[in-house]
């Protein structure tokens, strides 16, 4: 589907099931840095199946979105609460990663957008190793390749996918290297300088719930701990424990099964 927020085009994937005419609960998934909503192909087609308005959005100038990709958490956040209202909200949050801590700060800042949160490999602070910073503000393919290194747990270095036929390595690979120009190096650094997670989780007042991965490199499960305490009411905490970064698609079905728990519970 095709929308207008802010004044560009923004494009999202339904899961096959129009929006139109439904009350459904909404439910809107964003993706990592350098990332479009494809990450979400497993969990939004089962929410769209299962009595929600499931929208897994290209952030601006991601995927088929229109841009400039924004260059901060906060700026992301604000468009965020943007895009709910033009959808008829408040909508229930689903991130990873850089859309984790954007969901965050939404449901900091925006009480009236946002009705509750699902946080996937996310963690208080996110620091960015200065290789991989360097790749990206050069768009040299090293950086695809280092993330795609170290998002993926033990198991899918030697093949494994949920989805058969496919190779969840090469996928992220290439997704990550046709990323437009400077849009992975806006992110990095849009994630490196949020320093605001523990302050933003102590302001959030709806339901949350952090989906963390026991195998996770890029923000390690201890890295979630002081998170975890920063927050007024203590969120649900779902690990899994063979997955790294890439939880949605390492394990698919445990996280679809953890945001229908929360949103039950909701």
Known sequence: MHLVVDDNVVHAATGAVPLEGRSDPLVVLLHGSGMDRSVWSHQ???????????????????????GPALDSIA????????????????????GHSMGALVALDAAARHHDAVASA?????????????????AADIDDPKAAALITAWAHGPRQHIGLNPTPGLWMMGGVTAM??????GVLATD???????????????AVSCPVTLVL???????????????????NEPPGVVELANSGHMLMLEEPGAVRQAILAHLAAC
């Open 188 to 202: 990095l650094a849009a994630c490196a300088g949020y320093g605001d997670a523990p302050a933003a989780a102590a």
């Open 75 to 94: 700026a992301i956040s604000d468009w965020v609460a943007h895009l709910s209202t033009a959808l008829g909200g408040p909508a229930h949050l689903v």
């Open 176 to 181: 990550l290297e046709t990323s437009p120009p």
């Open 213 to 231: 991965g026991s195998q996770d490199r890029m923000t390690p499960r201890r890295a979630a701990r002081a998170l975890e305490e920063a927050f």
């Open 44 to 66: 939004t087609r089962f929410l769209a199946h299962h009595g929600f308005r499931a929208v897994a959005v290209d952030l601006p100038g991601h995927g088929r979105s229109e």
């Open 118 to 134: 699902v946080l996937l490999g996310i963690a208080a602070a996110m620091p960015v190793h200065p290789d991989l910073q360097a």
